[in-house]
């Protein structure tokens, strides 16, 4: 584990896949579909929050507990990411009236 300077914990790859249960390369071939977006130390060393451990596992109940595919999960992916944004805009205009 890598601690940031922030509160929030940041985990390399190794660390992040034991957490979820996984495989490391599974992680990056998630990476690459744009499913998860870790971030990346100055050294290009990937860093995984808490969050991302959430989604990967969300990921892996989505295939493993529902059967959905890689290129369904994609699409569940990008409509809770639209989902979560509509509701933070709206959020943001009710706080505006």
């Known amino acids: ?9 940041r985990y390399t790859i190794r ?7 996984m495989h490391e390369q599974s992680l990056r071939m998630y990476e690459r579909r744009g499913l998860i977006r870790p971030e ?7 860093l995984f929050s808490d969050e991302d451990i959430e989604q990967i596992r969300f990921i892996h109940r989505l295939i493993d507990d529902l059967g959905v595919n890689l290129a369904g999960v994609e699409v569940i992916i990008q409509m809770r990411r ?3 944004h509509a509701q933070a805009a709206l959020a943001a205009l ?3 009236h």
């Open 82 to 84: 639209q989902l979560l």
């Open 1 to 9: 584990m890598i601690e940031h300077t922030s509160e929030e914990r």
């Open 15 to 21: 660390v992040a896949a034991q957490l979820a249960g």
């Open 40 to 46: 990346r130390s100055k050294g290009n060393i990937r």
């Open 94 to 96: 009710r706080d505006q």
